[in-house]
């Protein structure tokens, strides 16, 4: 049903703090072991001014623990981040489970008798999933929620973990990598940690040394999914005992990323054509014509190699085409992949070693063979056999070919990546299609794109409410996608109308997303009449 609004003014009151709901917990947040004293001009100073512009959390920890008597300067210290709008989490030890459940709810009891704090930070945690370590962590977690249910319990096992930590949960979030910068571009995360919210995964990197080591490192986590994160160029024995000589930096370069545009989504086409005219056979390509193509991939692969450059993609009744246009020749037959994710859920299906692609592949196309994945986890991994389907590539630089509807269960879409299996550099199509979750991929719909969906995702909720109102009352390109789906150049009432006209509509992606935090319509449209007014663009992650 669709649902007009009216902005009155009597409404101007009304609570409008659903309207961040899915934004604020996504934000890169910095997680600072501030093992540091707070003395007058202390690294805590630094802290109070970065918690203004970005999300800040420090772990106080002023003797391995709370210490054994209340510090007045750590009470001021802790007051003051918090008024400046960060979080403190107190510092506990486990020992890796050896330390007592008494020992530690102690340290808790006086964390909650002496400082005003957000939550408890659980060090040196195990990293297996043992009956009795998660009896134990589950313990001393429960015994925090008993005290303020709204409290945050980091978990650090400070290495890769069992993903049974979340999901009982003995920790609300967990820091699953602390080490030095030099591992940290080879360091390849547990696949299940891109199934949870990132404000759930924290990484720790010290030892950066330089500012442009750190500014990669913090792109490399965004990639990994890890909200929480801290990178520093202080060093062992305690590389926790100061903020790094670059922290002015790192707070721009997370406010940037918080700062920056929705992603637009997948770029995503529908081409239907009359059953039968386009046929894969001999070197004609006229039957294309007319057949939108994705955006050109200019030349970025050296010597005679698969370098794609344009893709067209149509359906009829009976099958999906593929059309795909190179710089040079290439090399043919297995070194040209479209690997095909027909549940468009990155989490099941084919994504290679340490997540490579950005896709999880339930499908693939290898030269004129079809293979459906048989692995058991997406590194896991085994393809079977369906059969060869027509395949022309004469010339060589202009390759076309098919692929049965029925074969792959006659899906309504499907996501896709191209990769050219090269000698040297591979090629893929789009460039970034293996960063991981972090990267871009293609959508095809059988019956066009879902007014509404603006993310892509196939379902219309709340992340494409929050684009709409991210943008509100802006000027935009007319029809542009991303916030303007009534196409008049103005993001407002009308394009709000379309995303609520079509609430619910589509199939709810498989990953964590829009589900489970959508507003019944009702509701929304009487949060929306005093808010909409008061909207700016903001980090819509």
Known sequence: ????????????????????????????????????????????????????????????????????????????????????????????????????????????????????????????????????TLNYYQDIYDYVKAINSGWEVMGNPGTSTTESYLTRPVADSLLVHENVGASYPGYTPSSWNFNYDPSQIGHLVHTAATEADMLNYLDLAVQRNAGQVYITDDVLGNPWDTLPSYWDAEVTRIEEINNAPPPAGPQTMSNPVVNGSIVVTGNDRTDWA?????????????????????????????????????????????????????????????????????????FLLQGSSVFSFAGASATTWGWSFLGTQPWDDFPTTDIETQIPRSLIGNPDGFDFVLFGDNSTTADYYPNTGEAGAGGDLLRYLVNGPLAGDLDGDGFVGISDLNIVLGNWNLNVPPGDPLADPSGDGFVGIDDLNI?????????????????????????????????????RRAPLF
């Not at 009597?10 to 996504?26: D, E, H, K, P, R």
């Not at 710089?327 to 070693?353: E, M």
Request: proline residues 5%; contains cysteine; negative net charge.
């Open 1 to 132: 049903m669709r649902i007009t609004l009216t902005v009155q003014l009597a409404a101007v009151c009304v609570v409008t703090t659903m309207l961040t709901t899915g934004s604020a917990s996504a934000a890169l947040t910095a997680i600072v072991p501030a093992y540091f004293y707070p003395t007058t001009n202390s690294p805590w100073d630094d802290l109070n001014a970065a918690a203004s512009r970005i999300p800040v959390t420090a772990i106080m920890n002023p003797g391995s623990g709370p210490g054994n008597f209340q510090d007045s300067n750590y009470v001021g210290a802790v007051d003051n981040l918090r008024t400046a709008g960060g979080k403190v989490i107190g510092y506990v030890s486990t020992s890796y489970g050896n330390r007592t459940a008494a020992a530690v709810k102690a340290d808790i009891d006086k964390y909650v008798s002496w400082y005003n704090i957000d939550g408890i930070f659980f060090d040196e945690m195990t990293n297996t999933g043992t009956t009795g």
């Open 499 to 535: 995303v609520l006209g079509n609430w619910n509509a589509g199939t709810p992606p498989g990953t964590a997303g829009d589900v489970g935090n959508i507003p019944e319509p009702g509701t929304l449209a009487l949060l929306m009449l005093g808010g909409v007014a008061m909207i």
């Open 290 to 362: 007319g057949v939108p193509a994705y955006d050109v991939d200019g030349a970025d692969t050296a010597g005679p190699e698969v370098d794609y450059q344009q893709v067209q993609v149509a359906h009829d009744d009976d099958n999906f085409y593929f059309r795909f246009q190179l710089n040079t020749s290439g090399f043919l037959g297995f070194r040209h992949n479209i690997f095909i994710d027909v549940d468009q859920d990155r989490t099941t299906g084919f994504r290679g070693s340490g997540d490579q692609l950005s896709i999880g592949a339930d």
